[in-house]
Every structure is written in C-alpha cells, then in structure tokens.
C-alpha cells in the first residue's frame, strides 16, 4: 500500500459519520434547505458558498462577498472568508481547518470539527436564538479566597503525600544484583 493511501485510510477512520450527519442537519436546519439528495456532504460544502451563507446567518454580514463562479481560486477564496469569519465570530485557531482539509478533501473530519466548535461558540452570543450544533460550554466557576482561607491550606498535609511511617529500603532490589567480577 503506497503511503498517501495509507493516511487517506487512516483519516477516513477518523471520520465520524453521525458528527457528519449532526452537522449537516443544522446547517440544513440553519439555511432553511435540504442538502441534495446523492451528493455527499463534503461534496455539497466544497465550494465554500453553503459555509458562507451558513456564516452570514449566524453572524449577519460577516462574509461580504460570496463568489458563485470564477474557477477553482474564487471558491478557495470563499473558505478563507468563511474562515476568517469564523475566527471574527470567536473561534479559536486550533479549531479551524485548513483550506485544503476541505477543498482536496484531505481531513473532512477536521471540517466536521470545526462546524462543531462554531456551534459551540453560538451558546456564547446572546443574540443567537439557536439552533444550536454539539454540547453547551460549561461557565468558569471563579472562587475567591481570603488571605486566612489561604494560610490555612498551608498546615495541612494531603493525601498524596502518604505517609512514611517506618519506611526504608531495606528488601529492595529491582532487577539483577550488581556482579563484580574480579580478575577476568
């Protein structure tokens, strides 16, 4: 087996086809149109302009221009928009997938991804009415301590400290003994 089918089977096992499926409804859902019937989903989002549209009604005006025709370059184009989008709408870096994930079909799981980490950014923006893709990020649970309670945690010896009560290390020898031997 030659090496690039090898990752490309490997990256098709990373593919979750029930995430795909999760995703796709909502953008469905979203955009308020069925996918077409025996196109499959990285098909049908490869050109960029369902992403952007996508984008646009998350995050009203947020993709200025989609192009809808002018080769291979222009609908490049509108994945970077729909990238650079993404990142303005707030999310992270780590979480978007590069050009060529999707456009040469390289990572679809790495698209998949990043549909979900958008959905997950939607439950931070008040404005969103929903529908929203994947679980709700948990709210940071800020604890203030005073300076006592502070000092007071200072005394106190954990768990995993044990103990040593009578502890040597007497009986202990891991593998061979050491041999010297003399005169050889």
């Known amino acids: 087996m030659s090496l690039e089918r090898a990752v490309r089977a490997k990256l098709a096992g990373k593919r979750d086809p029930e995430q795909e499926k999760q995703a796709q409804e909502w ?6 149109e069925k996918f077409p019937k025996g196109v499959a989903y990285e098909d049908h989002i490869r050109d960029g302009q369902v992403l952007c549209r ?5 995050s ?18 509108n994945i970077n928009l729909f990238q650079q989008a993404l990142k303005a709408y707030g999310v992270a870096d780590v979480d978007v997938f590069q050009t060529v994930d999707l456009w040469e079909k390289k990572d679809i799981a ?28 948990s709210d940071e ?7 006592e309670q502070m000092r007071a945690g200072e005394t106190i010896i954990g768990l995993q400290a044990g103990q040593n009560k009578g502890a040597t290390q007497a ?7 050491r041999k010297i031997l003399l005169g050889k």
């Open 54 to 58: 996508l984008m646009n009604k998350i």
């Open 141 to 147: 649970c800020k604890r203030e301590f005073t300076e």
């Open 110 to 137: 790495q698209v998949t991804t990043t549909l979900f980490s958008l959905g997950r950014q939607t439950y931070k923006h008040p404005e969103w009415p929903g529908p929203y893709l994947g679980p709700k990020p």
């Open 171 to 177: 009986g202990q020898n891991l593998g061979a003994g």
């Open 27 to 32: 953008m469905e859902t979203i955009l308020g």
């Open 60 to 77: 009203p005006g947020s993709v200025a221009k989609i192009n809808s025709s002018g080769g291979q370059f222009k609908m490049m184009e």
